[in-house]
């Protein structure tokens, strides 16, 4: 097989989809990559991979660009000629969907992680946004021969509001798997106690929330450490803005740590990891966090609440409620014992449910069933 995927940059491959990748160069399959290079490129090329340097910027609406990048993948797909394209988050389905359709590839694979800005945020902007990229959505998702990869139920339920696809061309995979090797179980650090939240720095996280909820514990708790972890998205319009995080550092209200790439070594400093997300397709962090024996704290909301068992490894909150958020911190960093029941459940939900090597399975099993499919009309 001759496989593509169309990803928005590079790192968000490396971290996300590059296991299935090289299982399919290991399998003997061609492999290509379209993704806007901030740097990796050359070190996934050294991997084996074929790359395509795409000028997809994520933050714009700009029709021009929109329409230029949509040529430029539909003459990229042509020239490669896939069997396969995997398109992974939200503009490369939608603008990589239409380019592979116009340039008649044969099975497409559109990979749902999550809804977004434009479907969780209640502003106008988003709003009037969401009128727009619906029809966008139908058009990109009209392939005939297609899997539409979803990591939460909620998602495909929102999805299937407004597009029509057929059940036998779906499936739930949870998230992106993790290596389980590579964020293997860490003693819980229970005398310093670190409060983490891992995250790109936007407001639909919950940051502002996280902020909130260290205030009202941290006069209670001043041996407590509660940190910040994650680089601001300029790109979003939920993004904070190195202003916000440098005041309340200098307020001393909590540590930022900025962007890290080593994320075995940082979630293990944490005794509790925390995402109070609005949303989410299913979170890479708190799947790590548990892998690693980390007790969460998280949102009852799509894509968060099917990361975790709640009462069993972690604490499901309400949404955009710092009490809430406080109250559950409270109830881990002052019960030891519950900290390491919790981190001993985490660790086994991630064994049996998130394990990468089933998630790469998966694919696998998709890719394959497809180019049959195609071949066999």
Not at 251 to 271: C, F, R, Y
Request: glycine share 6%.
């Amino acid at each position: 097989m001759r496989i593509v995927y169309i990803v928005n940059v590079d790192w968000f491959f490396i971290s996300h989809r590059l296991s299935i990748a090289l299982e399919a160069l290991k399998q003997g399959h061609e492999v290509h990559i379209f993704a806007k290079d901030t740097g990796k490129m050359t070190y996934l090329e050294s991997l084996g991979l074929s790359i395509h340097s795409i000028n997809l910027e994520r933050g714009s609406i700009n029709p021009f660009q929109t329409i230029k990048l949509l040529r430029d993948l539909k003459n990229k797909l042509k020239t490669v000629q896939p069997d396969v394209v995997h398109l992974v988050t939200i503009k490369p389905v939608l603008i990589g969907g239409l380019a592979a359709i116009l340039a008649k590839v044969p099975s497409i694979v559109y990979a749902i992680s999550g809804l977004g800005f434009i479907f969780t945020n209640t502003m106008l902007k988003a709003k009037i946004l969401r009128l727009g990229i619906i029809p966008l959505y139908r058009l990109a998702l009209s392939a005939k021969n297609k899997k539409v990869i979803v990591q939460n139920l909620d998602d495909l339920r929102t999805l299937r509001q407004y597009v029509s696809i057929p059940e036998s061309q779906t499936v739930l995979i949870p998230g992106s798997g993790v290596d389980l090797k590579q964020f293997d179980f860490q003693p819980l650090p229970l005398k310093n106690k670190i409060v983490l939240m891992a995250c790109r720095l936007l407001a639909d996280k919950g940051v502002y929330e996280f902020h909130k909820s260290v205030l009202l514990l941290k006069e209670k708790y001043p041996n407590v450490r509660f940190v910040l972890v994650g680089g601001i998205d300029s790109d979003n319009p939920a993004s904070l803005t190195e202003q916000e995080l440098n005041e309340w550092v200098q307020k001393g209200d909590l540590e930022w740590w900025g962007h890290q790439s080593n994320m075995p070594e940082v979630i293990s400093q944490a005794t509790v990891v925390v995402l109070p997300s609005y949303r989410e397709g299913m979170p890479k962090v708190l799947l790590e966090a548990q892998a690693l024996g980390r007790p969460i704290v998280t949102t009852d909301v799509p894509g968060c609440r099917e990361a975790i068992e709640n009462n069993k490894t972690g604490f499901l909150v309400t949404v955009r409620d710092e009490q809430s958020l406080a109250n559950a911190i409270e109830k881990l960093i002052t019960n030891d014992n519950l900290c390491l029941e919790f981190s001993h459940n985490a660790r086994v939900l991630a064994e049996q449910k998130f394990d990468i090597e089933q998630v790469v399975k998966a694919h696998m099993n998709i890719y394959e069933n497809l180019v049959q499919n195609h071949y066999a009309k």
